[in-house]
């Protein structure tokens, strides 16, 4: 029986500390990662983080402009991308009301 692949979203600081040390859990991910025993399920807003952080911290990842595009775009071509669609408080009635209830119990609640 064929495993299923694991499919996770890669958080910036766990892509970070696995490219800074080979000794931890988050460069073992990384080496899953490379196996094909994880898929990355990736948003162009996180993509964004990810670029940016690794350009703000390459000299101390030891990562040239060009290694940086390497990784940004192999996880581009293994991971599956996932559209986001943000639901604003003037967009989204729903949300503005849980909002407004739930200023109004933490109203209550210092009442006490």
């Known amino acids: ?3 299923r692949q694991v499919r996770i979203i890669l958080d910036t600081n766990v892509m970070y500390a696995g490219l800074y ?3 931890g ?3 073992r991910v990384l080496e ?3 196996n094909g025993k994880i898929q990355t399920v990736l948003s162009t807003a996180l993509l964004f983080e990810h670029e940016t952080i690794l350009k703000r ?3 101390v990842l030891g990562l040239s402009d060009q290694k940086v595009e390497q990784v940004l775009d192999y996880f581009c071509l293994q991971g599956r991308h996932q559209k ?3 639901c604003g408080v003037h967009a989204c009635p729903t949300q ?3 909002m407004s209830w739930s200023w109004r119990w933490h109203q209550a609640q210092s009442s006490l």
Request: proline share 0%; no cysteine; hydrophobic share 45%.
């Open 1 to 3: 029986m064929h495993a």
């Open 25 to 27: 859990a988050s460069y």
């Open 21 to 23: 040390s080979s000794r």
């Open 57 to 59: 911290n390459q000299k």
């Open 96 to 98: 503005r009301m849980t």
């Open 84 to 86: 986001i669609f943000f």
């Open 32 to 34: 899953r990662i490379a």
